[in-house]
């Protein structure tokens, strides 16, 4: 078991760190131009740093080099990562899950990086994956209609389908489909809601008295498909670990289901977290769907993207060539440089574009090109799968069935 120390019944005020961070499931705002300070924040979470141990470890039980978002830090944190590798080792099954919440009708190259994990950790761990779709949560805290949420939900799982995730062992759910469909989900839903006091609803995320009631109800939704029976189509009565990768904002809600999940007969959750992929305009804020010009979408033309980039890329380089060539660009702040740490694999490329930089060698001008003929590649290929995607195959991923 992991040694940390899980407060799980946090104040909004811890949330807020003396540092000026502020993190929460639905705001994250930095106070430095490099972003969020992780190692405070896993201080303040009490979730425990990924080291080199449990990367070797990680590497020693699958015979798989580590994922290079592993190496880079990219996902830096985690709760009973060792567990699950524990129950591998002991050949006993497991689970993933993740989410996401759709908000507009594409998502964009932030939304991709939970997802590549996902499909890297199924392809190494040979596991089923369960996605739930909180078209519910939308419309509760955005201005969506529940009918505008569900057709927003669909045109993001074509989205998740063309990452090319494992047909027969990924379910994708829509939270106001599958709550009908499935008996079981709202039962543990109420098992949840019996659990967690009110009190402790507000300290965990700082719902306040002028909160609409389905928001402080939420939670339990986001915490059932923790518990294996949810899904019974999958799992049948089976109690059985789950891991969850996902970024960081999102650890309340499994605090609160870790608290949980022990009453109720199930293992706690294990979680593996990410850092935030930072707006175009700088690493103080994550980036956000709603801003046009904050994130590069998926559906994003190549001219569109390239202008993107040139024109709203942070740099972390100096007012002139000149000074540039002498005191070199800063890779910390620069959004050009931290985007390839997420989309260039090659990590020989990665150094040594860190060092040209970083020495003035290579302009601010040569490493948004650099970037720009990373990502066009990959969206437009995104694009091509995903039209190839038909109504059948939507509908087979998004049917509850047996996954292993």
């Known amino acids: 078991m992991s040694n940390e120390q899980e407060n799980v019944v946090n104040s909004p005020q811890v949330e807020n760190g003396e540092d000026g961070d502020f993190v929460d499931p639905w705001n994250v705002v930095g106070k430095s131009d490099s972003g969020v300070d992780y190692d405070k924040l896993i201080k303040r979470f009490g979730s425990s740093k990924i080291e080199d141990d ?40 497991f689970y993933l899950y993740t989410g996401r919440g759709p908000s507009s009708s594409s998502m964009h190259i932030g939304h991709l990086i939970p997802f590549i994990f996902c499909k890297w950790l199924q392809d190494v761990f040979d596991v089923p994956l369960v996605i739930q779709m909180t078209d519910d949560e939308k419309t509760l805290w955005k201005d969506l209609s529940v009918e505008e949420a569900m057709k927003l939900c669909y045109e993001n799982v074509k989205d998740i389908i063309a990452i090319g995730f494992d047909v027969n062992k990924t379910f994708i759910f829509s939270n106001f489909e599958y709550m009908g469909q499935a008996p079981e989900y709202y039962r543990n839903v109420i098992r949840i809601q019996k659990c967690v006091t009110f009190n402790q609803v507000k300290g965990i995320f700082g719902f306040g008295d002028s909160d609409i009631i389905g928001k402080i109800a939420f939670p339990a939704i986001q915490a059932a498909p923790c518990l294996s029976t949810t899904f019974p189509a999958i799992f049948g009565e089976k109690k059985i670990s789950c891991l969850i990768p996902c970024a960081i904002d999102q650890d309340p809600y499994f605090r609160m289901t870790r608290d949980v999940a022990p009453r109720l007969g199930f293992p706690k959750p294990a979680l593996i977290h990410s850092t935030f992929f930072p707006a175009l305009q700088g690493a103080k804020t994550k980036m956000s769907a709603s801003d ?8 994003d033309t190549p001219k569109q993207l390239k202008n993107k980039i040139n024109k709203h890329a942070f740099s972390g380089g100096q007012p002139s060539v000149e000074e540039h060539r002498k005191l070199g660009g800063n890779c910390e702040v620069d959004i050009s440089f931290k985007y390839l740490t997420f989309f260039l694999e090659d990590d020989a490329k ?5 060092k040209d930089y970083s020495s003035g060698a290579l302009l601010t001008g040569e490493l948004k090109k650099i970037l720009i003929d990373t990502l066009t590649p990959i969206i437009q290929q995104h694009q091509e799968r995903r039209a190839k995607i038909t109504n059948e195959e939507l509908k087979l991923f998004m049917t509850p069935r047996k996954l292993f």
């Open 54 to 93: 449990l990367l070797d470890r990680f590497e020693k039980i699958t015979g798989k080099q580590p994922h290079h978002f592993l190496k880079r830090g990219i996902f830096f944190s985690h709760r009973d990562m060792h567990r699950i590798l524990n129950d591998v080792e002991a050949n006993k099954p």
């Open 292 to 299: 046009p010009n904050s994130t590069i979408y998926l559906t």
């Open 350 to 354: 990665i150094e040594q574009i860190r």
